[in-house]
């Protein structure tokens, strides 16, 4: 089986992926493909570890992944400096958030292309103890390569949207046999569980821990910097004479540009004094949602114009476009969603209008803004049922509905529903410490 895979792996990389994404970034985007660190050529570039020290590889794929890790890394480094951490990322975006955002981290490198070979090579110079994937980053040949070294698996936060579910379950003989190399599976729910369970994975190899991304730790903002930054990119004026409101649309795929940008278009024809903040998903999708702004008619501005300084700079002079006249403004940034979501009054959540399926809610969660979705949240249902059942969040079925909220809900009702949604949030949260006993053990158990 894993000669097969990776034959058909060389291939798809030779003959798909190699010239697709060498045309897409290096020659339309002139990025970097990595294709040295891909193929392990830079390991040596990394310090060796002290082999007198528990070495713990994590690999968390992209963005999302990293972040999630935050206040686990932050924990464990507190708890146990005696700890080596290495951080592996699939995606360039996931190595740019976590070369800023965890910064505790001992080493980070990009994961290797799935060869055995080049595996092995990553083992025999960092010795981990333990290998800790974030979610459903099951690569055959990097889990037979731990096992073959007697290096312990632990997957932490382990989901799978109900699409994978089917395909995994489709190929149960396959699969069954993939899953139960890992030692541990700390998952976030019951419905997590039964889903390993009807894949074959053993029963004493699956513990609910809670939802690791619930104890998220993200930057304070008091409310006197949220004013002064408010201030600073032109929120703080009137709109049909009154203050204005902002409403931001996070993580938007395409096919939802234009139905937020017509919501708000009904909003403004009900006089309402909105300001529109749009996040693409990627950033290739900013161009199309400036020209679609352009085109119903509204004032757009990108971020990288409005203000030369980094957002996390708050007590220092930011340089902003004079005067700060805008109706829309696109993010084309990467890793300030979460302050934007802090400055924001009332917050959807994209791929939720689209069969996508949703993105993460809990950023505007921790920051206690009113969450609204659209009819597609099934790659985060149980924590979209949570908070609609709590009042934190509530789902809209089209921008029709939506520009309706926008218009008739009132100030007090949105900053009401924001607490119920930061209360469910902390309610959620305690998954962390028990992550760490897990670590603990295992790392014992092979020490």
Not at 35 to 47: A, C, E, I, T
Not at 228 to 242: A, M, T
Not at 426 to 431: C, D, I, P, V
Request: proline residues 4%.
């Amino acid at each position: 089986m894993y000669i097969l895979y990776t034959w058909l792996l060389a291939f798809a990389l030779l003959i798909f992926y190699i010239p697709y994404y060498f045309f897409h970034y290096r020659v339309r985007r002139r990025q970097k493909l990595y294709l040295k660190d891909r193929l392990g050529l830079n390991l040596k570039s990394l310090s060796p570890p002290d082999s007198q020290r528990p070495v713990l590889w994590f690999h968390a794929v992209s963005v999302g992944e990293s972040l999630s890790l935050q206040g686990l890394i932050r924990a464990l480094r507190k708890k146990h400096p005696e700890y080596e951490l290495n951080l592996s990322c699939l995606t360039s975006s996931g190595m740019e958030v976590a070369s800023s955002k965890l910064k505790q981290v001992d080493r980070l490198f990009f994961i290797p292309f799935d060869f055995g070979f080049i595996h092995k090579k990553y083992f025999d110079y960092l010795h981990p103890d333990l290998l800790v994937l974030v979610e459903s980053e099951y690569w055959p040949n990097l889990l037979r390569a731990a096992r073959r070294r007697g290096c312990p698996i632990l997957v932490i936060n382990a989901r799978m949207t109900e699409k994978v579910f089917r395909r995994y379950r489709r190929l149960k003989f396959l699969t069954s046999r993939l899953l139960n190399q890992v030692d541990k599976f700390l998952v976030p729910s019951e419905k997590e569980k039964q889903r390993l369970r009807l894949l074959g994975v053993g029963e004493d190899k699956i513990m609910i821990s809670g939802n690791m991304k619930c104890d998220l730790e993200l930057p304070s903002v008091t409310e006197e910097e949220r004013q002064q930054l408010r201030r600073k990119f032109g929120f703080e004026r009137l709109i049909f004479s009154r203050p204005v409101q902002v409403f931001m649309a996070g993580s938007i795929h395409q096919g939802e540009e234009e139905k937020i940008l017509r919501a708000f278009s009904l909003v403004r024809k009900e006089k309402r004094p909105y300001l529109l903040v749009i996040a693409p998903r990627h950033l290739d999708w900013v161009e199309e949602i400036v020209r679609l702004a352009h085109q119903y008619g509204f004032k757009c501005q990108r971020r990288t114009k409005l203000v030369e300084n980094d957002l996390d700079e708050r007590t220092k002079a930011q340089k902003v476009a004079s005067p700060p006249d805008w109706d829309v403004l696109v993010l084309d940034t990467i890793g300030e969603l979460a302050t934007w979501y802090a400055l924001a009054d009332v917050v959807l959540i994209g791929g939720s209008l689209i069969p996508w399926g949703g993105h993460n809610l809990l950023e505007p969660a921790f920051y206690g803004r009113p969450i609204y979705f659209g009819p597609y949240m099934h790659n985060f249902q149980e924590l979209s049922d949570k908070f609609r059942h709590s009042g934190g969040a509530q789902m809209v079925q089209d921008e029709k509905e939506l520009a309706r909220i926008l218009v008739q809900t009132t100030e007090e009702e949105f900053r009401q529903k924001g607490k119920k949604a930061q209360l469910t949030l902390r309610e959620l949260q305690g998954a962390t410490a028990i992550i760490i006993s897990e670590i603990e053990k295992l790392i014992d158990k092979n020490g």
